[in-house]
């Protein structure tokens, strides 16, 4: 029962093949026996759960339907939601919960979705390997040595693992893209503003952005299309409409143009990951889109710019962590200066502290310029190579990440080893773009996931073109073979 | 560039961020290696562009002076730390 | 000797807008409720949650730019102002730097002497207001109560072109005048509403340069304004007397002990680390909404000066005073239409009512005898109904709740006696009865004889009970006395 994808969930519901409590109650156990080894979640909302599953069962037995009616998910943990813990992957919310619910968890909770419980990850979303969470490591289903990418890593491995088949995710700079890739799964980030932030706690504002992660293009579409839309809560919030994700699918390739940009396989790419996108952009060939050689000259600096915006805007959005509303507080604080460095000290770990010196660094008097001014022209830069490239073609499509998932201490001693981690993702949020990572092989046994990126607000042809692609490869059907 | 170890002090300050004496000098290293990756923006002319903040061109959207948010006090302060008689306490505040 | 010093002053006044909700959230700005019952999840920080813009906040600054003659920003920014402290629930103040929503404007004061001067206002720009620490002891603890957190705030910077505290005093006066005018807030500053910073600077007149100046912080009413600059400008001179230097500090005016002392609070050097608020886009002014703004003003304190000096003939003074209330200007023209001479309302207004106005401290809105009521009762004095003096009489009962004059006057039997023959008859009855002062007045020079008229003018207006016209019996006893 576990291994039925999330579109496939619904359509069982629907049949009444089995209801949502016992689907719900299935994957609730599932979780049980393999949280212990992989750690994908850090809170399991069994009562919850099976209340609103067994209210999805009423509300269809009186005739309520709907794609996502009783479909049991999880969300990532930094998704706020009302009455369940919601810790960010930090001892500083280690027991935060909050009194409203994000967005996102409202619109998937009003089509139906059932949460199962909130997935572990990188703490405040600060890394590339959930290395960093304060609730230990994830293990990654492929290979439990290894990890399962991050910051959303939580939410790959239990998709990966079959554990929920659908969960929420957030990207900053490749937090849903780089763990899908190296989990083997299908995961979007939305074009900045299509999903409401509200909610969503913050890491660094002007980049965040929402979306699903599934094990296919079609199952992300589902999510996406209850996921996205206006929110008079978010002042960045898209008033666009919706395109209906799921009619868009179907589309042929043919006449698709796909920029393939040279600065993607550079000489950090892993020769094995660069065969399978490579293989994979034939594919796309194969169905008749047209591969086009393009160049984004700046994207060799996303990294360094990312780097000073990211921290900057962290630095910020993290002083509310002050002990004194909601959160972790030292104990019997002197004064008010020993109040906040003892409770943010004790309560932020080591890759939030550092990114937030670094952020305060940047935003100093005398620093400005040189680091902050500096990077948001950068950002310019990089955001006019896409727009220049989009003159040419349809979507950009290349690796997700430099090679399949590493060890795990392979890249935590060193900070900027794992920032690198990011290189081919990041651009994209800079640029406020919609991208994906896609199953595109299996290298020594390690899934490969191929990025796309599209213009603004082109989640339904990135969504097309997965989907076309996964129509012909069954990459997105290779699973694990971790059992829980 | 490099970040001194006073630089690196007053900064932490700045955060409220209390450094532990003895990983300072790691953390230093660490850092001043960030920043150092970091300073490869320099190489870059960017004198005629215009810093881009928002990577959506877009403006702000006005709402309307209307009261909607109910007095919820009881479900915010059950999360507080420490409070009382309905307000959040803190060690004295000086002016 | 401190007058051989210039001093320099400029302000920045902190006008809370009278929005019904908060700038950047819907919680209400209602003043007085306890604690902590208006702050909603924005304004606690709460994580996740977001800031969007209150339309009337814009549109109250924009009618206060149009209403000093500045220029209005197309496209202004909100910028985050970082610091720590427990009254600042984010770390930061949403304001703006360098892209205020008020450009360069002015105001022309109007000064004890009858002269004028021109005050630049360099900008305004809007902000959130923080909430309040209470200082109580609570086990040694301080109370936060965030109910002001979020409330619209106003930031008025002027240029340093104030010389004295009567000019500071004057170009509060002013400005506070103008936002009731414009109804953009109460301006009640014993409830913070209007709160004032003051940089203050020495120099030695003829210097092109600025001294170094000092901030004095949050200084609450117009006397304390005209305290505090005179008590620091005093210090300042007392240092550079001496031959010391000026410290350049933030200081805290305290009533109780007149004097302006250092803030410890504020040692800490600070570094604001501005950088634009990702959270918030530019928000733009259109061509449209200022010229809608601008055809909506109401006549400004200004114009109505100006209006009443013209139009009815009122010295400058005077004017000022009667139009420094939207309030007290409306009631007096109301009452001078009525009472058919301007001029006269004007003494009535400015005398009679301000003093019972002031002696029970209400406000004109509050004021018991309706403007249309003294009008008439002004204009019984001009058709010689009644006498100026009891004018008074019928005035105080109006006061008292007794009704409108002319039944007043019917009922306590206090219409001036029109028959000359019966003022006749009380002069000579008068003459009689005193026939040894008569006699007395005769033998006194002509010069010397005005006291003694005076005694029978008095006797005559005693015996008529006040109703005698008084120009009459003066006629009358000229002609008996004097005309022989």
């Known amino acids: 029962m576990h291994d039925i994808a999330l579109e496939a969930i619904g359509s069982a519901l629907e049949r009444r093949e089995f209801s949502s409590v016992e689907i719900t109650s299935h994957l609730l156990d599932r979780i049980e026996r393999a949280n212990g080894t992989l750690n994908a979640f850090v809170s399991v909302n069994r009562e919850g759960a099976l209340r609103a599953a067994a209210a999805a069962d009423a509300a269809r037995a009186k005739g309520a339907s709907g794609p996502l009616l009783g479909v049991p998910i999880a969300h990532k943990d930094l998704f706020c939601t009302a009455g369940l813990r919601t810790t960010c992957g930090s001892r500083m919310l280690g027991e935060f919960v909050p009194p409203y619910d994000a967005t996102v968890v409202e619109r998937l909770g009003a089509a139906g979705c059932v949460t199962l419980g909130k997935t572990n990850m990188d703490e405040f979303a600060m890394g590339s390997s959930n290395e960093t969470s304060y609730f230990g490591p994830v293990r990654n289903p492929w290979d439990t040595g290894r990890v399962p990418g991050g910051s959303s890593g939580g939410s790959a491995a239990a998709v990966a693992a079959r554990l929920a088949p659908g969960a929420t995710a957030t990207d900053t700079g490749g937090s849903i893209r780089q763990p899908a890739s190296l989990c083997g799964l299908t995961g979007l980030k939305a074009t900045y503003g299509r999903i409401s932030r509200h909610g969503m706690i913050a890491f660094a504002s002007s980049l965040d952005q929402a979306g699903p992660m599934a094990r296919s293009a079609a199952d992300c579409a589902l999510m996406l299309q209850v996921m996205a839309g206006f929110d008079t809560r978010d002042s960045t919030s898209l008033e666009a409409p919706v395109p209906d994700y799921l009619s868009l699918l179907d589309r042929p390739l043919a006449g698709l143009r796909v920029g393939v940009p040279r600065e993607y396989f550079d000489p950090g790419l892993h020769p094995g990951t660069e065969q399978a996108v490579r293989a994979g952009l034939a594919e796309l060939e194969a169905q008749g889109a047209r591969l086009v050689d393009i160049s984004l000259p700046h994207s060799p600096l996303s990294v360094p710019a990312y780097y000073v915006i990211a921290p900057a805007e962290c630095s910020a959005n993290l002083s509310r962590y002050d002990g004194v509303r909601y959160g972790y507080r030292c104990q019997d604080p002197v004064d008010l200066r020993d109040l906040y460095e003892r409770s943010r000290s004790e309560g932020f770990g080591e890759e939030v502290k550092r990114r937030i010196i670094v952020g305060t660094y940047a935003l100093s008097a005398g620093y400005y310029d040189a680091y902050y001014r500096k990077a948001q022209q950068i950002r310019r830069l990089i955001a006019e190579d896409f727009r220049e490239a989009f003159t040419q073609v349809d979507v950009i499509a290349g690796p997700a990440a430099p090679a399949t998932a590493f060890r795990f201490g392979e890249k935590s001693a060193d900070p900027i080893t794992m920032y690198l981690e990011d290189i081919y993702t990041i651009a994209a949020n800079l640029a406020g773009l919609p991208a994906m990572s896609m199953p595109g092989g299996l290298v020594e046994g390690l899934p490969v996931g191929i990025q796309l990126i599209g213009n603004h607000l082109q989640e339904g042809l990135l969504l097309n073109v997965a989907h076309r692609f996964q129509q012909a490869t069954d990459w997105h059907r290779h699973a694990p073979a971790f059992t829980a | 560039m490099t970040i001194s170890e006073n630089d690196l002090a007053r900064v932490a300050e700045l955060a409220r961020i209390r450094l532990d004496p003895a990983t300072v000098t790691e953390v230093t290293r660490r850092i001043g290696n960030i920043l150092g990756m970091i300073d490869r923006m320099q190489a870059v002319d960017t004198s005629a562009v215009t810093p881009m903040a928002h990577p959506l061109d877009t403006v702000q959207r006005l709402r309307p002076d209307e009261v909607t948010e109910p007095n919820r006090r009881d479900d915010f302060l059950a999360i507080a730390p420490v409070s009382e008689a309905g307000l959040y306490l803190v060690p004295r505040v000086i002016d | ?484």
Request: hydrophobic fraction near 40%.
């Open chain 3, 1 to 484: 000797m401190v007058s051989d010093w210039e001093t320099v002053i400029g302000l920045e006044v902190h006008v809370q807008l009278a929005t019904r909700s908060k700038i950047f959230s819907g919680a209400s700005t209602r003043f007085g409720a306890e604690p902590n019952t208006q702050a909603c999840a924005v304004d606690l920080a709460m994580p996740g949650t977001l800031p969007v813009l209150n339309r009337e906040a814009v549109h109250m600054a924009v009618k206060f730019g149009v209403a000093i003659g500045a220029d209005i920003a197309r496209v202004s920014v909100f910028d985050r102002k970082n610091y720590f402290y427990p009254d600042l629930p984010k770390g930061y103040q949403i304001s703006q730097l360098d892209y205020p929503i008020v450009g360069r404007g002015e105001v022309e004061v109007a000064l004890p002497d009858g002269s004028s001067k021109r005050i630049g206002i360099t900008r305004a720009h809007l902000e959130e207001d923080a909430g309040k620490s209470l200082h109580e002891d609570f086990h040694g603890l301080t109370g936060i109560d965030l109910n002001r957190a979020g409330t619209p705030l106003l930031e008025i910077v002027s240029e340093p072109e104030i010389r004295s505290a009567q000019e500071a005093v004057a170009y509060l006066k002013q400005i506070h005048s103008i936002i009731r005018y414009l109804g953009i807030s109460d301006g009640n500053m014993a409830e913070g509403s209007m709160r004032c910073d003051i940089n203050l600077s020495l120099r030695r007149p003829g210097d092109e340069k600025f001294g170094t100046r000092c901030e004095i912080k949050n200084v609450n009413s117009f006397r304390f304004v005209d305290k505090a600059i005179e008590t620091e400008r005093e210090r300042q001179a007392d240092i550079l007397e001496h031959g010391g230097s000026v410290k350049q500090e933030t200081r805290l005016y305290d009533a109780e002990r007149n004097e302006t002392r250092s803030m410890r609070s504020k040692e800490v050097a600070h570094d604001y680390r501005y950088f634009p608020e990702p959270d918030l886009l530019p928000v733009h002014v259109s061509e449209e909404l200022i010229e809608s703004i601008r055809a909506g003003l109401p006549e400004l304190p200004a114009q109505k000066v100006q209006r009443f000096r013209t139009q009815f003939g009122l010295g400058a003074y005077d004017a000022a005073q009667l139009a420094a209330s939207r309030e007290l200007a409306e009631y007096f023209e109301a009452a001078a239409t009525g009472a058919g001479d301007a001029k006269t309302t004007a003494n009535w207004v400015l005398s009679e009512l301000l003093a019972r106005i002031n002696r029970d401290g209400l406000e004109i809105s509050a004021c018991p005898v309706a403007a249309a009521s003294l009008g008439t009762l002004i204009a019984r004095i001009q058709d010689g109904t009644i006498s100026g003096k009891i004018a008074k009489t019928v005035f105080e009962a109006m006061w008292a709740g007794e009704g409108e004059p002319d039944a007043i006057i019917a009922t306590k039997g206090l219409r001036q006696m029109a028959d000359s023959g019966a003022i006749e008859q009380l002069v000579d009855d008068a003459l009689a009865a005193n026939a040894g002062q008569v006699e007395q007045y005769r033998a006194t020079p002509a010069d010397k004889r005005q006291r003694m008229f005076g005694f029978f003018v008095g006797q005559v207006m005693k015996a008529s009970q006040g109703k005698a016209n008084p120009q009459q019996v003066n006629d009358l006893l000229r002609n008996r006395l004097d005309g022989e």
